[in-house]
């Protein structure tokens, strides 16, 4: 590159449109473009056609603008669908044109095709279906330049990371952290010369950064379609063409070998890569950002004012600085299982040498007579582990172990390969991962369950690679690694949960004969504070660990580590030790649609399976927590050890119908008393909310003699078939045959889109119920009842207008109707204000429907009235429920009401609930997308809308999936499904409300939420 002034070099848009009209007779637009050497423009001409005018340096070299030129006129010409830029010839047919510059200096000028998409630097966000079609499109460009030669590819080129030693000439530029990141990779650089000297070559692109890479204008499924600026084409080795695409593309990404894999994968389809090229990606991935840095600090010095020199500085470093952090070989690993080889080179070798050999559990433990194997399920799923409160207390989990034991004689309890796990919660068992918080669940050993203080030998030979005390909770307490030699391959095992005396006879680097004492079973106040067990593990390479190794990892890396951490029964080769199976999602999901109803749904694009609740979490098969804002049926939080307890202790007792007498009904009755109004005092206990809601329409019946029913638009009351007809939400939608006779429909009171909006609409909404009910008059007959919700949930989570309940009730009441507050969503101290939703309002219904919340998930619902209403109901017709304030019923619901006291759960609710709101309104502040926040307490809502008040729904849906992908899950509702529902368990927190809004505030930056 010449060095010279760069004030004196620079080419301005206007000159741009000058030289565009001279050399090509075209009359356009400039648009100035990032490049390290050309100047670059976007020339827009008249007819809506683009071009990309390439303006070079002074005494730029002649046969490296024609090596460019030849290169595309052989693309132009590719076997495969490969999009790239063709050249235009000049007003005198040339493909290189010249002109003189201001001042005087001779320039090469070239015009190319304008490739229409977007820049990858644009693009967000950055999918791993993205990623791994950039690395098939490079893939491709590779493969078709397979057979293309010219001499000036052989040039010497420092972005070459064939030739990238010459940064170790340079590393005075830098302070004493970098210079130890830049001297490692430079070094293995150097180590690799006798494999990577002997790598394929070809000329390749070499330079797919965030500015060549051309992406399609699809904003919900992007694909890479080409690239472009050939200007760094080099022959080299092959596979550094991918280390480049990978380098540029993964900058910005917390988990880096997770994001470069999708691009190897890709790669790999296009241009199938070779086992020997994998060893040496890592490092060439390396260098190229070792140039990177090296170049910009050169380049600040040389150039300051050349801002794109410095582009990618900041993220070339901390990219740099999180690569070095990845374990070398696991990285290969990793690579190689992205191609479809097996991930460790060795693992086939392993599994072929455990076919012949004769070894057993039993010498690993001498003293135990030799026992049947007693398969346990530890994992995530297990009903055998059961709440959290039982698998967490020690004392109990050993007693149930014991139970086991004694119930079994002559077994030895075992298993837990590749089991995903919910011990492991503490905060050095998660990682920021590309896609949220990620944990490690997946148990990569077999636990063998016998008392402390039981021997454990060595099964062969083997040396003491290390010898170490793990401290700290879930750690292994004494542990002991072994390295063994087998034919022409060495493993390694590990031994964990020892007790620390037991193994101080041991000395790294000696030798354990077989038979040999290795050390004994730990209690529990030295082996990591897990009931005495050995942890058993085989690996296949020690990575860069020394004194410690992973006993559980991330879900996501299961194959790699599935080949790195073999199954430790090929050993054995014992019945019940073998991994269980699980059905796999796609056999569900294909019995359901089989058997069971077909009108039946799942959430999501992608289904999820659910095996467990905590909190406001819900845990997938895999360990994997996903943060709950949709399911206020779990209204104190999933399985609260409170609630699951008093059902259990109930259950094992009695359950029987509500003729005979018991306390529990009774105190449940107390417990919701206390939260009404005195004229609210008569209860009547079912089992759901939709039976609750059909039998206050009973009520109404027996009340006031008619069945005329004034119900809001899109409200919904329950699927039974009363209250079906008085849902608009369901009569009024797909399937629906509208509203029958005796339901009327006031216009949903949406102040926002409603029919009446802005403030002071409540007396126009509620003059719309006096017209139904005027209506009903002229007909002949008389109002039931009004029934509503207090803040309207399917509706689109709907507060109701200042003043209107109060006069909707007046004109009800004064007609002779009744009125039904149907609490079933927002009862129970989840509008934070008040404990029930119709005290927002400062009115008393006569009837109260309560549901979901006051079971927990257990199903549980209540009907409240006044004396007048129950006394009219009794009539001489008995009302019986068989399972209807059921003893068992009673207990979880009496829990779930004084775990909302105690735990001061409605003051949450109010405190999180108006943070949340606070947050929220910031959020339609940044992104108008957000035309309106809503609701009280936790129950919220958020409404998506373009600039004309038109709904988004499918800017709704794709929020809901995107953050499902962050591991948080929500849910849309409203007439016309563009609202976001938050009513998460009452438990949810500050943090978790932090959350929330940091990853809602991520996806709405994304490219499909801004094109509206």
């Known amino acids: 590159m010449i060095n010279m002034d760069y004030n004196k070099i620079e080419i301005t848009a206007t000159e741009a449109e000058t030289i565009i009209k001279e050399r090509f007779q075209i009359n356009g637009k400039a648009k100035r473009l990032p490049g390290e050497i050309d100047f670059n423009f976007k020339i827009d001409d008249q007819n809506g056609k683009s071009f990309i005018l390439k303006v070079s340096r002074p005494e730029e070299n002649i046969d490296y603008l024609n090596f460019q030129q030849q290169l595309l006129e052989h693309l132009a010409h590719a076997k495969k669908s490969l999009i790239a830029p063709k050249v235009i010839k000049d007003i005198e047919g040339e493909g290189i044109s010249e002109i003189t510059d201001h001042h005087g200096n001779k320039r090469k000028v070239r015009l190319l095709t304008w490739i229409s998409g977007r820049v990858w630097s644009s693009v967000n966000p950055k999918s791993n279906e993205l990623l791994y079609s950039l690395g098939e499109e490079c893939g491709k460009l590779t493969q078709e330049l397979c057979d293309f030669d010219h001499s000036y590819a052989n040039r010497k080129f420092e972005w070459d990371v064939a030739q990238s030693l010459w940064t170790e000439n340079y590393l005075l530029y830098f302070g004493e952290k970098e210079r130890e990141v830049l001297e490692y990779y430079q070094k293995r650089f150097k180590d690799l010369q006798g494999v990577y000297s002997q790598l394929r070559k070809t000329i390749v692109h070499n330079d797919a950064n965030d500015n060549n890479v051309i992406v399609s204008e699809d904003l919900q499924n992007p694909k890479v379609i080409s690239c472009i600026d050939y200007g760094d084409a080099v022959y080299t080795q092959s596979i550094n063409d991918l280390a480049i695409a990978s380098a540029y593309a993964i900058m910005n990404c917390n988990n880096p070998l997770q994001a470069v894999l999708p691009i190897i994968s890709g790669y790999h389809k296009s241009f199938k890569l070779e086992p020997e090229e994998l060893k040496v990606l890592y490092v060439a991935i390396g260098m190229r950002l070792v140039i990177s840095v090296t170049k910009s600090a050169i380049n600040k010095i040389k150039e300051p004012e050349n801002e794109y020199l410095l582009i990618s500085e900041k993220p070339a470093w901390d990219l740099l600085h999180k690569w070095y952090d990845v374990s070398e070989d696991f990285a290969h690993y990793s690579f190689r299982e992205a191609c479809g080889y097996a991930p460790h080179p060795m693992a086939s070798k392993f599994m072929d040498w455990t076919e012949n050999q004769q070894l057993t559990i039993e010498a690993l433990f001498p003293t135990e007579a030799s026992r049947i194997i007693y398969p346990i399920d530890l994992s995530v799923s297990s009903t055998f582990l059961g709440h959290e409160k039982d698998y967490e207390d020690q004392d109990y989990f050993k007693f149930k172990l014991n139970q086991i034991q004694k119930r079994n004689p002559g077994t030895l309890i075992a298993g837990g390969y590749m089991e995903p796990r919910p011990f492991y919660t503490s905060n050095m068992y998660e990682r920021e991962g590309n896609l949220g918080i990620e944990y490690r669940t997946i148990h990569l050993g077999i636990d063998f369950w016998l008392p402390a203080n039981t021997?454990?030998?060595?099964?062969?030979?083997?040396?003491?690679?290390?010898?170490?005390?793990?401290?700290?909770?879930?750690?292994?307490?004494?542990?002991?690694?072994?390295?063994?030699?087998?034919?022409?391959?060495?493993?390694?095992?590990?031994?964990?949960?020892?007790?620390?005396?037991?193994?101080?006879?041991?000395?790294?680097?000696?030798?354990?004969?077989?038979?040999?004492?290795?050390?004994?079973?730990?209690?529990?106040?030295?082996?990591?504070?897990?009931?005495?067990?050995?942890?058993?593990?085989?690996?296949?390479?020690?990575?860069?660990?020394?004194?410690?190794?992973?006993?559980?990892?991330?879900?996501?890396?299961?194959?790699?580590?599935?080949?790195?951490?073999?199954?430790?029964?090929?050993?054995?080769?014992?019945?019940?030790?073998?991994?269980?199976?699980?059905?796999?999602?796609?056999?569900?999901?294909?019995?359901?649609?089989?058997?069971?109803?077909?009108?039946?749904?799942?959430?999501?694009?992608?289904?999820?399976?659910?095996?467990?609740?905590?909190?406001?979490?819900?845990?997938?098969?895999?360990?994997?927590?996903?943060?709950?804002?949709?399911?206020?049926?779990?209204?104190?939080?999933?399985?609260?050890?409170?609630?699951?307890?008093?059902?259990q202790d109930q259950m094992g007792l009695i359950n029987t119908n509500s003729r005979y007498l018991h306390e529990n009904i009774n105190e449940l009755a107390r417990e919701i008393i206390e939260t009404l109004p005195p004229e609210l005092s008569v209860l009547h206990f079912v089992n759901s909310g939709s039976e609750a809601n059909e039998l206050a329409l009973r009520m109404m019946k027996a009340a006031t003699g008619a069945k005329d029913v004034i119900a809001s638009e899109v409200g919904y009351h329950g699927n039974s078939n009363a209250c079906i007809d008085i849902s608009s939400y369901k009569f009024d939608g797909k399937g629906g045959q509208g509203a029958p006779e005796h339901t009327h429909i006031f216009p949903l009171p949406d102040k926002f889109r409603g029919k009446f909006t802005g403030t002071n609409t409540g007396p126009l909404y509620a003059l719309e119920v006096k017209k139904l009910i005027d209506k009903v008059h002229k007909k002949g007959r008389n109002v039931g009842a009004l029934i509503v919700e207090p803040i309207i949930s399917c509706g689109g989570q709907i507060e109701l207008p200042e003043g209107f309940l109060n006069q909707a009730y007046a004109y009800v009441r004064e007609a002779g109707g009744?009125?039904?507050?149907?609490?079933?969503?927002?009862?129970?101290?989840?509008?934070?204000?008040?404990?029930?939703?119709?005290?927002?309002?400062?009115?008393?219904?006569?009837?109260?429907?309560?549901?979901?919340?006051?079971?927990?998930?257990?199903?549980?619902?209540?009907?409240?009235?006044?004396?007048?209403?129950?006394?009219?109901?009794?009539?001489?017709?008995?009302?019986?429920?068989?399972?209807?304030?059921?003893?068992?019923?009673?207990?979880?619901?009496?829990?779930?009401?004084?775990?909302?006291?105690?735990?001061?759960?409605?003051?949450?609710?109010?405190?999180?609930?108006?943070?949340?709101?606070?947050?929220?309104?910031?959020?339609?502040?940044?992104?108008?997308?957000?035309?309106?926040?809503?609701?009280?307490?936790?129950?919220?809502?958020?409404?998506?809308?373009?600039?004309?008040?038109?709904?988004?729904?499918?800017?709704?849906?794709?929020?809901?999936?995107?953050?499902?992908?962050?591991?948080?899950?929500?849910?849309?509702?409203?007439?016309?499904?563009?609202?976001?529902?938050?009513?998460?368990?009452?438990?949810?927190?500050?943090?978790?409300?932090?959350?929330?809004?940091?990853?809602?505030?991520?996806?709405?930056?994304?490219?499909?939420?801004?094109?509206?």
């Open 455 to 647: 021997p454990v030998h060595a099964f062969m030979e083997g040396e003491v690679y290390s010898v170490t005390e793990d401290k700290g909770e879930k750690g292994y307490g004494g542990l002991v690694i072994l390295k063994h030699r087998a034919d022409d391959f060495e493993f390694f095992t590990l031994y964990g949960h020892l007790s620390i005396e037991s193994i101080r006879h041991l000395k790294e680097r000696s030798i354990v004969n077989c038979g040999d004492l290795i050390g004994k079973l730990g209690e529990h106040n030295e082996n990591g504070g897990w009931v005495p067990h050995l942890h058993f593990q085989v690996m296949l390479s020690m990575l860069d660990y020394k004194n410690d190794f992973p006993g559980v990892t991330f879900h996501s890396e299961l194959p790699v580590w599935r080949s790195l951490c073999p199954d430790p029964n090929a050993l054995f080769k014992r019945n019940g030790l073998n991994p269980q199976m699980k059905i796999p999602d796609h056999q569900i999901i294909a019995y359901r649609k089989q058997h069971l109803g077909k009108s039946l749904s799942l959430q999501y694009d992608i289904p999820i399976k659910m095996v467990r609740g905590k909190g406001q979490y819900l845990i997938d098969q895999f360990g994997k927590k996903y943060l709950d804002t949709v399911n206020n049926v779990a209204h104190v939080g999933h399985e609260h050890a409170q609630v699951v307890q008093a059902g």
């Open 818 to 1012: 009744v009125c039904i507050s149907d609490e079933v969503q927002v009862g129970c101290g989840r509008v934070g204000k008040s404990f029930w939703g119709f005290q927002l309002y400062n009115v008393i219904p006569d009837i109260v429907t309560i549901g979901k919340p006051l079971g927990n998930g257990h199903p549980l619902a209540a009907v409240a009235c006044t004396q007048e209403i129950a006394e009219k109901f009794a009539n001489g017709m008995e009302y019986f429920n068989t399972f209807g304030g059921n003893p068992v019923s009673c207990a979880i619901g009496a829990a779930v009401l004084k775990v909302v006291k105690e735990e001061k759960l409605q003051q949450n609710a109010l405190q999180v609930g108006e943070y949340l709101k606070q947050e929220l309104r910031q959020l339609a502040h940044e992104f108008p997308i957000i035309g309106d926040v809503r609701g009280q307490g936790l129950f919220l809502g958020i409404e998506f809308v373009d600039k004309k008040l038109k709904p988004l729904k499918a800017q709704a849906d794709y929020v809901i999936n995107r953050m499902k992908d962050y591991g948080i899950l929500m849910s849309t509702d409203g007439p016309d499904n563009n609202v976001l529902k938050i009513k998460p368990p009452m438990v949810f927190t500050e943090t978790n409300a932090s959350e929330l809004i940091f990853y809602l505030r991520k996806v709405l930056k994304e490219d499909f939420m801004n094109a509206y």
